[in-house]
């Protein structure tokens, strides 16, 4: 038995037809955790859909009546990048439910994950990059509107800049601390590490400069990386960022955005980190956020590896990362 529940439906999956999207891999996800033990079927928590009051929380109610009566323009649905249909619109409902859910457990249990979500490209009045709803945003305003949490940290290690999530937290700017003026150095480059401190929600996004979205809204931090870049300088510079985000910020959750398309084998990603790689970020995030007590939910958001089972691979060991951290005595780790 976990030490913290992930949250999984069947329904999670995409109706996209042939995709680059593997809408696929949640239930793939879902049975190799079972089939190699690292799961049991009481670790599964099953979400119910988000209301609509829920997701009006983050997005407009303009937005909102257009998916529910399928009226969004051919310019919007060919921005989304996901065919329109109304199942899907159930499904994204569904995938913010489960981030409400996962966050809700991880205040209980320190550690929640929901084995979906993530769709950080969503906007409050529009979607794309294959984003319809922001899940993960909607959880945060869900458990801010609770009265659960007051502040809340956005990591986003997903390959592609966090833009919808910068433009939703933008708010109130203050005056952030200087950055660190160097960090390690990178394939003879430094990446930029850009930053300016958002309101009640702080965001962090560690991402492929050239790579989609081409406009890029601030992050409260966002590093700026450079194609191929590899394990040991990822590390780094996101030990780097979670240092700073926390010297800065003192959030009652973090909500760890840990996409599979920074792997070497991505075809959209131009990033070059490993399978093993991989874990290791997800046990940093883990370590740090139980290191400074502070509650982590998790989504998956993307993953376009040339196999999908290297996919699934990647996901299911950001499971095993948190048992690992979880299970142990600080003193262990
Ligand atoms: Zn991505």
């Known amino acids: 038995m976990l030490p913290f529940k992930l949250i999984y439906s069947d329904d999670y999956y995409l109706p996209i037809g042939q995709h680059v999207f593997p809408a696929e891999k949640y239930r793939r996800a879902y049975q190799r955790l079972l089939e190699t033990r690292v799961a049991e079927p009481g670790d599964f928590a099953a979400p119910q859909p988000a209301s609509d009051q829920d997701i009006l929380?983050?997005?407009t109610s303009q937005y909102v009546n257009k998916l529910k009566t399928g009226t969004l323009s051919a310019r919007e649905e060919l921005e989304l990048e996901v065919p329109y249909s109304p199942e899907l619109v159930s499904a994204f409902w569904?995938?913010?439910?489960?981030?409400?859910?996962?966050?809700?457990?991880?205040?209980?249990?320190?550690v929640a994950i929901n084995i979906g979500g993530?769709?950080?490209h969503a906007f409050p009045d529009h979607g794309e990059g294959f984003c319809m709803i922001h899940d993960v945003a909607v959880a945060?305003?869900?458990?801010?509107?609770?009265?659960?949490?007051?502040?809340?940290?956005?990591?986003?290690?997903?390959?592609?800049?966090?833009?919808?999530?910068?433009?939703?937290?933008?708010?109130?700017?203050?005056?952030?601390?200087?950055?660190?003026?160097?960090?390690?150095?990178?394939?003879?480059?430094?990446?930029?590490?850009?930053?300016?401190?958002?309101?009640?929600?702080?965001?962090i996004s560690l991402h492929q400069e050239n790579n989609y979205p081409a406009w890029k809204p601030p992050s409260s931090i966002d590093i700026d990386l450079p194609d191929g870049i590899t394990d040991d300088d990822y590390l780094a510079w996101l030990d780097n960022a979670l240092s700073s985000g926390l010297r800065q910020f003192t959030p009652d959750l973090i909500c760890y955005i840990a996409g599979a398309d920074p792997y070497?084998?991505?075809?959209?990603?131009?990033?070059?980190l490993t399978i093993e790689g991989l874990k290791k970020?997800?046990?940093?995030?883990?370590?740090?956020?139980?290191?400074?007590?502070?509650?982590?939910?998790?989504?998956?958001?993307?993953?376009?590896?040339?196999?999908?089972?290297?996919?699934?691979t990647i996901h299911c060991n950001t499971v095993t990362?948190?048992?690992r951290m979880f299970a142990l005595k600080l003193s262990d780790g």
């Open 57 to 59: 929380l983050v997005h």
């Open 94 to 110: 569904l995938a913010a439910g489960g981030s409400i859910l996962a966050a809700d457990y991880a205040l209980k249990d320190g």
């Open 118 to 120: 993530g769709f950080h």
């Open 140 to 203: 945060i305003r869900r458990m801010q509107r609770d009265d659960k949490i007051r502040t809340a940290m956005t990591v986003d290690c997903d390959v592609h800049q966090g833009n919808g999530t910068a433009a939703i937290f933008a708010g109130t700017r203050t005056v952030s601390e200087p950055l660190p003026s160097s960090g390690p150095p990178v394939l003879g480059r430094r990446p930029l590490m850009r930053g300016a401190h958002a309101g009640d929600v702080f965001t």
């Open 264 to 272: 070497r084998e991505d075809q959209l990603g131009g990033l070059a």
């Open 281 to 312: 970020r997800d046990e940093l995030v883990f370590r740090v956020a139980k290191t400074q007590g502070i509650p982590v939910m998790v989504t998956y958001a993307g993953g376009y590896a040339q196999r999908v089972e290297d996919t699934v």
């Open 321 to 323: 990362a948190a048992a």
